[in-house]
């Protein structure tokens, strides 16, 4: 029979110990089955400085890790010739707790080995060291590349002059990056971290539907949140916020448990497309609509009239003798006539009252829940208000000018704006025809 090999001696042989027989092979047993890296040492000193190691023990799991085999009774400079040079700071921390040092525990590349190890190393009797390892290489890249991965979205996010958020909705607790708050205004540190904030920056006429698309989500009637709303800056401006998040994790029922989006500030855009809507529906000079958005407004409020039985009237104005002022004064002060017409009708009439620029000097408004009556009294009081005005002029006299008023009224379910334009423009030509400066109503009556 072959004699069996002969076992390695543990730290519980090298050391005093004493503990009964069955507990020292516990022990043994341990060592022999951690998943661990284990390493009993002597340590070494030449000058007083750590300079080598001699192993005197390792578990199997030390080779499984290193990959180092038949290390016991072998210094470490005849394993890993060079580590004395490449790695100084291992054997300096080693040597430390070989002499008594407190037990010390860090993380460390080994440069020799070319691998991360992650250490735990204490003094069992003067210059020894018992060192415990896991191999974390692996691990180490994992964080690097998730380092790399979380630098490379702060890039793109400061980049990108967008807004995080990272919502743990079960603790209500809310991450952001600096620019989410930067867009309205206030310093990172000005933050709280929480829902409630959001709500509280979000304009009150948004705040319902803002939470309502969130909800959406998060209740799973939607797969994501895309919603542009108004958000108040801390110097008491608007802003427009794009908003768009998704639920990205969700617990073993479904329950969401965290949501993440951005915001993007889309004030300039908004505005612009204002401004462009502003454009398509009101007359540059005057300010008032033009004769598209004019019509479009005035159907609207005769569907409303049919609907509800209220009475509508149209006025139709056109400033007399408009050409001889341009011819006189030329067009500058023309145009500034124009301005005083639409001015002083927004000044007469009502907020509710419909105010458009037909073309040239022709001038239309339309009076809701106005009769006749109504209507011939409002319209005088225009064309007084208008005989009145005076435009000063450098120099000279100032420039008088007056209108002539048709008016016209909704005689029945059958009348639509067409007809009442139609009423209104014959009445405009009964008052020019009377002498200019009147106000005429179907019957040629003021």
Request: aromatic share 8%.
């Amino acid at each position: 029979m072959t004699a069996p090999a002969e076992r390695a001696p543990s730290p519980t042989d090298l050391a005093p110990d004493a503990r009964p027989p069955e507990v020292r092979a516990v022990l043994d047993g341990l060592l022999e089955h951690l998943l661990n890296g284990v390493a009993y040492c002597r340590m070494e000193y030449t000058d007083g400085q750590p300079s080598d190691f001699l192993f005197l023990y390792t578990n199997p799991a030390f080779h499984s890790q290193t990959g180092l085999a038949d290390v016991c009774g072998k210094h470490i400079s005849q394993i890993v010739p060079g580590l004395r040079q490449t790695d100084p700071a291992l054997l300096e921390i080693f040597g430390r707790v070989a002499r008594g040092g407190q037990p010390e525990t860090f993380v460390m590349p080994v440069k020799s080995m070319a691998e991360w190890f992650s250490v735990s190393v204490y003094c069992p009797q003067p210059e020894h060291f018992v060192a415990l390892f896991d191999v974390v290489t692996e691990r180490k890249k994992a964080e690097a590349a998730l380092e790399d991965r979380a630098r490379q979205l702060r890039f793109v996010l400061e980049g990108s002059e967008l807004g995080f958020w990272d919502w743990d909705i079960a603790t209500g607790k809310v991450e952001r990056n600096p620019q989410w708050g930067h867009m309205l205004g206030y310093t990172f540190d000005e933050l709280q971290h929480t829902a409630q904030q959001w709500a509280d920056f979000v304009h009150p006429n948004d705040r319902e539907r803002a939470w309502a698309s969130i909800f959406d989500v998060v209740e799973g009637r939607s797969t994501s949140h895309k919603l542009e709303y108004r958000m108040l800056h801390k110097d008491g401006s608007i802003r427009w916020i794009l908003d768009q998040a998704k639920v990205m994790q969700r617990d073993e029922h479904g329950k969401a448990t965290r949501m993440c989006g951005t915001h993007t500030d889309i004030t300039e855009r908004k505005l612009l497309e204002e401004e462009l809507l502003r454009q398509a529906h009101v007359d540059y000079l005057t300010g008032v609509y033009n004769r598209r958005h004019f019509m479009e407004r005035a159907e609207q409020e005769l569907s409303r009239a049919h609907r509800y039985g209220s009475p509508l009237s149209m006025l139709m104005l056109d400033i007399d003798h408009f050409k001889q002022i341009n011819d006189r004064y030329g067009h500058k002060v023309g145009d500034t006539v124009l301005k005083a017409v639409a001015d002083l009708s927004h000044a007469t009439f009502r907020d509710v009252d419909i105010l458009g620029r037909l073309g040239g000097e022709e001038f239309a408004v339309l009076l809701p829940e106005t009769d006749q009556p109504a209507a011939l009294e409002a319209a005088e009081r225009l064309r007084a208000t208008i005989a009145n005005a005076r435009i000063p002029l450098p120099g000279a006299p100032p420039v008088s000018f007056s209108v002539s008023i048709g008016v016209s009224s909704m005689d029945s379910p059958e009348d639509n704006i067409d007809a009442l334009l139609q009423r209104a423009d014959k009445a405009l030509y009964k008052a020019k025809d009377s002498g200019r400066n009147r106000v005429c109503g179907r019957d040629g009556k003021a």
